[in-house]
């Protein structure tokens, strides 16, 4: 038997993992990034197969993680988390340098950063766990913690991405037991509250969307 609530009680982190150059960058939110060795500094970090990102990292050979800092701006996570870079410029508006490689490392919310050039890759089925040799790092924000996923889902009441390695279906922390009619988004776990918000739900156009992630009205339940 395999009890998905075990999988809850291991520990991430929360991190942006970007690739591209200046002409064509991209960047997605990830809690399965971690060192692998020390001597050589070497980083893996895993990709969902059909993640924009996926396809960037194999072309340019070479990533930058931006370790979030614990009160990282709920916008920085949508932004990454839950939208396409084949819909929006991801790092459009958004504070970012670029590293050796030419690799965009973003600097939002960030408090330390590391570059790595791929030197390995594993299939592991649904994700890609790309392996890379730390070329150079930066300390941005010495006086700040970094943001763990167990604290991204309790402060920005979000849940897991459909395309994250530990994405299980699971209702929303905002989901409650009140008289007010909530509807929730299945792929981000945005809230929608028809007190709150002044016009119920049922009331909106058709084509109205996830103002977090864009998923369609259909894709919406009522909590």
């Known amino acids: 038997m395999i009890d998905p609530e075990a999988f809850k009680k291991m520990s991430y982190g929360l991190y942006v993992v970007c690739s591209g150059n200046q002409n064509k960058g991209n960047g997605y939110i990830s809690n399965s990034v971690f060192q692998v060795t020390a001597k050589p500094a070497r980083i893996a970090a895993s990709c969902h197969k059909n993640n924009f990102s996926a396809q960037i990292i194999k072309e340019t050979g070479s990533f930058a993680v931006s370790i979030l800092q614990s009160e990282a701006e709920t916008s920085v996570i949508d932004r990454f988390g839950y939208r396409s870079g084949s819909d929006i410029n991801k790092l459009n508006g958004m504070n970012v340098e670029y590293g050796a490689t030419g690799v965009p490392i973003l600097l939002n919310s960030c408090i330390a950063w590391i570059e790595c050039k791929v030197i390995n890759s594993l299939d592991v089925g649904t994700h890609i766990i790309f392996i890379g040799e730390v070329l150079q790092t930066e300390v941005t924000d010495a ?45 981000c776990g945005y809230v929608y509250d028809d007190t709150k918000e002044g016009i119920p739900f049922d009331s909106l156009p058709d084509n109205w969307k996830c103002p977090v992630c864009g998923a369609p009205k259909s894709d919406f339940e009522a909590i």
């Open 143 to 187: 006086n700040k913690s970094p943001l763990t996923y167990n604290e991204f889902k309790k402060k920005k009441k979000r849940v897991a991405p459909s395309n994250a390695p530990t994405y299980i279906e699971e209702k929303s922390p905002d989901a409650s037991t009140d008289n007010g009619k909530k509807f929730r988004c299945k792929q």
